[in-house]
């Protein structure tokens, strides 16, 4: 079965250092992933995705991420964060046969001036 | 690009009533929509995948009858909570993918409905 995990609940980072996001994955086949950001009472906006190709994947706001295949690892990083970066983060894996999205847990970042 | 509206942002109701939220894709053609709810700080939960001219396929647990799903159109769907209870008081959320052959198989999601049920 396709799974995703965000091992933390929670990241704190203060405003100018790096971030890191943590995702694993387990999938079947080809692995298409995704991040995503919520901010309070909005809907998810649409980060960046890994398909195939370059491992390092550059997205919106500064945001990146890199695919791990050894170690099923989907990591979203930012190299200096900012406090309007605090927000809940989404990884989500696509079941190739479905086509559905099957969302982590969520990770709140919590980035401090 | 890629903009999905959801209508109403916030909806208030009397318990037993219905309520009608709407999902449009503004700038793409939309040949499947998704249904999310999502309780306080927790993941969303796939509802339904609705498909522009057949019936929606609905979830384990997710009751058919009370959550009516209709994809009229490509870049329209909408979700009925049929006779509302305090219980369906949560945050509704739809995302749209493009059918178009090369589209991507990104989900683009709406701003989310807040219904609460008095």
Partial sequence: AQSVAQPEDQVNV???????VKCTYSVSGNPYLFWYVQYPNRGLQFLLK???GDNLVKGSYGFEAEFN????????KKPSALVSDSALYFCAVRDGNTGKLIFGQGTTLQVKP | GAVVSQHPSRVICKSG????????????????????????????MLMATSNEGSKATYEQGV????????????????LTVTS????????YICSAKSGLAGGTDTQYFGPGTRLTVL
């Fill in chain 1, 14 to 20: 203060a405003e100018g250092n790096p971030l890191t």
């Fill in chain 1, 50 to 52: 890994y398909i195939t």
């Fill in chain 1, 69 to 76: 295949k050894s170690q099923t690892s989907f990591h979203l």
């Fill in chain 2, 17 to 44: 009533t219905s309520v009608k939220i709407e999902c449009r894709s503004l700038d793409f053609q939309a040949t499947t929509m998704f249904w999310y709810r999502q309780f306080p700080k927790q993941s969303l």
């Fill in chain 2, 63 to 78: 009751e058919k009858d009370k959550f009516l799903i209709n994809h009229a159109s490509l870049t329209l769907s909408t």
């Fill in chain 2, 84 to 91: 509302a209870h305090p219980e369906d008081s949560s945050f």
